[in-house]
């Protein structure tokens, strides 16, 4: 039996941090806003700090005023795949922040201009999927206010739910969150192991039930171990690592690839951290991994991509 060459997915990339810079340079110019500083730190590559980071997002997030711009969105992050190579990608999305605490546009604009922009990447011929991104450090209550929001006619691209921004509210109180999740047919995902301890990896997998890692880059040998045995899949962003994990010394990924866990690739926030499949792949060969370590990266990419698995039921 014959085997194709591994299609090469971005794993794990988000809607409001994967717009170009230009949009973003324009939007601010028409609505009268100044770029903050933190993002402008960002785009030159300057070190910055998680806060700083969830400033330049929040920021980015408040220039998308219109189902167009959801759109131009999921185009800037087209462009950069296709450019890539890139086969597909799972997109990360914050509808809540948009719809319901800022009041930016109706939630039947979010779905809509999404649909026109995932459409158009899948005439571009790539796979895509949707998933849902609560932030764990709003707390439970935002938590289920999510889930309340996306319930109803749930479009059929919209495959998994996860947590992502700072790790203060431990997973096993997100538990109900994610069961919630869970009916919907949604796949469950969780940033962890980022900007919190090692035992956030460990929690959100025992107790919340989660079957994917964002990250996971904190995580000691005992992790590492659990994430094997259970085949657990972690996106790894490494430009973004690089910048917003400041106590990283040498970045894990090959230990962690050595050590059998089931890495992929992602670009995170392209638009504020520049980078692209072609440069994180760059950086993972510069980190020493071989020939046969990089293709098991796309492969990991491929077997466990939501945009080409589905809803769990």
Known sequence: MSMHPPRHIDRHVHLEGGLDPTWIRARAQEQD???PDSLEGLWKGADRS???FIESFLFIASLIRSRDAIRDAVRSITTRTLASGGHGFDLWCSPHW???QEKQLPLEEFWKGLEEGLQE?????????VVIDAV?????????EVIDLIHQDLPDYV??????GLERVPFREWAPVFDR???LGLRISAHAGENGHPNNVREAIMEGGVSRIVHGVLSDDETLQLLQVKSIPVDICISSNRILVPSLVQHPLPHMLRSGVRCALGTDDPGIIPCSLSTEETHARRLGLTEEE??????????????LLGRAH
């Open 33 to 35: 806003k100044k770029l």
């Open 50 to 52: 998680f806060e700083d």
């Open 98 to 100: 948009l719809v319901v």
């Open 121 to 129: 990447a899948r005439t571009e011929g790539l796979a895509t999927a």
């Open 136 to 144: 764990n450090h709003f707390g439970i209550d935002h938590g289920h």
């Open 159 to 164: 495959v998994g739910f996860s947590t992502g």
């Open 181 to 183: 999740a869970r009916k």
């Open 294 to 307: 990089l293709e098991k990266l796309w492969v990991h990419g491929e077997a466990d991509a939501w945009c």
